[in-house]
């Protein structure tokens, strides 16, 4: 199976960037698809972007532009760039994987790490 582990989280002011990154092992980690899903307080979990073994990306509208999802699997990691943060964007980012399609749907993914604050001040 897949065990997953979050970095990179922290306190940055609006407009700011911070990068976070998945790290990943199991066997078949190279052919699953992996996304990144946040929970603010009081709010569902929530799907932000994934990846899947061949690059192919998807990514929650209000990210677009903003967001970059990358992998290279020879690392067994998964990054998310965030650029021009806003406190909308506050939340735990989580880390999950996917023996599956690539998806949008947040009950899809199986592997969950422990996840990681970005909490962004105005």
């Known amino acids: 199976q897949v065990q997953l582990v979050e970095s990179g989280g922290g306190l940055v002011q609006a407009g700011g960037s911070l990068r976070l990154s998945c790290g990943a092992s199991?066997?078949?980690?190279?052919?699953?698809?992996v996304g990144w899903v946040r929970q603010a307080p009081g709010k569902e979990r929530e799907f932000v972007a994934a990846?899947?073994?061949?690059?192919?990306?998807y990514y929650y509208g209000s990210v677009k532009g903003r967001f970059n999802i990358s992998r290279e699997n020879a690392k067994n990691t998964v990054d998310l760039q965030m650029n021009s943060l806003t406190p909308e964007d506050t939340a735990v980012y989580f880390c999950?994987?996917?023996?599956?399609?690539?998806?949008?749907?947040?009950?899809?993914?199986?592997?969950w790490g422990q996840g990681t604050q970005v909490t962004v001040s105005s």
């Open positions: 199991g066997r078949t980690f190279s052919t699953y698809c």
């Open positions: 990846i899947n073994w061949l690059g192919w990306t």
């Open positions: 999950a994987a996917n023996s599956r399609s690539l998806s949008y749907y947040v009950s899809d993914y199986e592997y």
